[in-house]
Structure formats: structure tokens, C-alpha cells
């Protein structure tokens, strides 16, 4: 099993550029997420969907959007990249529906830089 | 989410334990602690959870205080590869699927000197 896959890896935008942050799982698991690590920080939740379909958000949305049409992928939006977006994004799933404390997966994470 | 505190950062020698302490004053009776670690440029990985008793698997133990207002991550043996942000999390259960949310703090660094 591949896990929680993010691609890209690392990647450097301009100022009020676009990008799509993308996460795909292969465990078939139910709810996943996206959060930001700022340098010497904790990770802040975007983000987060409990299935194909439902979206909600978490303690830092603005700026972002999601949308999760699948059960496997679960895609970050920036529509105008702004340098208070530099930052470490990692997503994360857990199977759901159940036991509630199930660890979280997380990807490697996507490092961005915004210039 | 209630919260918890954790020194900034710890040492430990290579083969020696190493306890990470965490203190959650306002926890309720709904609130597992969860403990995870991020190594150098990864994301982070599930270490241990738990409620009430004392906690084993093999990666660490979880040791809470009788009152629950304290707990400690015990790495029997540290190795370099140990060296990570440890993050202790408070997740209340009592709720739906929001509640598998985790809520992180700046964690714990631990460096393990060879």
C-alpha cells in the first residue's frame, strides 16, 4: 500500500498565481484532511471532508478550497497564491465510521513558497 | 479542544528511556490522549492512545496520572531515530465525525545524542 500520497513534493509560485495541491489515499478510507505547518509550529487544520461530497471547514480556511468528488483524492485549491501561504501542507485520512480514535495517516507533505 | 502543555524541547542519550511529559489540566472524562511524533521533514506518525490505564505497544508506553490531569510518553530505549517533535493531543470522542479532527500544539522536541 502506497498510503497517503501528495504530489508535488515542493513547488514555487508567484504572487496571485493558482495551484492545486493534490492527495490521494489508497486504504479506502472515509474522512480526510488538510493542514498547514507554519515554521515551529503545530499543524492548523484547512480543511476536511468526511466523504465524497462533504466538505466543511477547519480553523484556517480562507484562501483555500477543497473538493472531494472521490473516495480516494481529496484536492487543495489556491485560487491567488499570497506569501502568508508559504508553508508545509499535509493531508491526512483515517478510516471513519466507527472506532473513534483511529490514528491519522499523513502524507509527506507539499512544501510551497510563495514569492 | 482542551488543552495541553509540553516542554519546548528535551535531550536524551542514544539506549537510554526518555519521558515526555504532558500536562492537561482541563480534561474531561470524554478526552483520549493521543500522542504523535513528526520526524525531520516527514509528517506525522500515530505513536500511542489512550483513556484511564497505562498504555504499551512497541513503539512506546503511555503512563496517566491517576487523576488524569498529566500523562507521560516513555520511550524504553532511545534511538537516534527518535529524534522528532512529539506532539500530545487531546481528542474528545463524545461527538460525531468532526471529532476525529486532531489539534496540535508546538509539541515537544527531542534530540537524542549519540
Known amino acids: 500500500n502506497a498510503g497517503v500520497t501528495q504530489t508535488p513534493k515542493f513547488r514555487i509560485l508567484k504572487i496571485g498565481q493558482s495551484m492545486t495541491l493534490q492527495c490521494a489515499q489508497d486504504m479506502n478510507h472515509n474522512y480526510m484532511y488538510w493542514y498547514r505547518q507554519d515554521p515551529g509550529m503545530g499543524l492548523k487544520l484547512i480543511y476536511y471532508?468526511?466523504?465524497?461530497?462533504?466538505?466543511d471547514k477547519g480553523e484556517v480556511p480562507n484562501g483555500y478550497n477543497v473538493s472531494r468528488s472521490t473516495t480516494e483524492y481529496f484536492p487543495l485549491r489556491l485560487e491567488l497564491a499570497a506569501p502568508s501561504q508559504t508553508s508545509v501542507y499535509f493531508c491526512a485520512s483515517v478510516p471513519g465510521g466507527g472506532q473513534p480514535n483511529q490514528p491519522q495517516h499523513f502524507g509527506d507533505g507539499t512544501r510551497l513558497s510563495i514569492l | 479542544d482542551a488543552k495541553t502543555t509540553q516542554p519546548n524541547s528535551m535531550e536524551s542519550n542514544e539506549e537510554e528511556p526518555v519521558h515526555l511529559p504532558c500536562n492537561h489540566s482541563?480534561?474531561?472524562?470524554?478526552?483520549?490522549i493521543h500522542w504523535y511524533r513528526q520526524l525531520p521533514s516527514q509528517g506525522p506518525e500515530y505513536v500511542i492512545h489512550?483513556?484511564?490505564s497505562n498504555v504499551n505497544n512497541r513503539m512506546a508506553s503511555l503512563a496517566i496520572a491517576e487523576d488524569r490531569k498529566s500523562s507521560t510518553l516513555i520511550l524504553h530505549r532511545a534511538t537516534l531515530r527518535d529524534a522528532a517533535v512529539y506532539y500530545c493531543i487531546l481528542r474528545d470522542v463524545s461527538g460525531g465525525g468532526s471529532n476525529y479532527k486532531l489539534t496540535f500544539g508546538k509539541g515537544t522536541l527531542l534530540t537524542v545524542n549519540p
Open positions: 489512550g483513556l484511564t
Open positions: 471532508s468526511v466523504g465524497a461530497g462533504i466538505t
Open positions: 482541563t480534561i474531561s472524562g470524554t478526552d483520549y
